[in-house]
């Protein structure tokens, strides 16, 4: 029983990573593509 409660917790905590990361992924994903729409601006200049 133990181990079944310790491997639904690690589960849990898992996931909440893989969600932060999801997050802090489409973060990134943003900046990249701001930082581009800048340069390609810039470019046109």
């Given at each position: 029983m133990n181990k079944?409660?310790?491997?639904?917790?690690?589960?849990?905590k898992l996931?909440?990573?893989i969600a932060q990361?999801?997050?802090d992924?489409?973060?990134l994903?943003?900046?990249?593509?701001t930082y581009e729409?800048?340069?390609s601006k810039e470019v046109g200049k």
């Open positions: 079944e409660i310790d491997a639904e917790k690690l589960v849990s996931l909440s990573k990361l999801e997050l992924n489409a973060k994903t943003v900046l990249v593509e729409q800048e340069n």
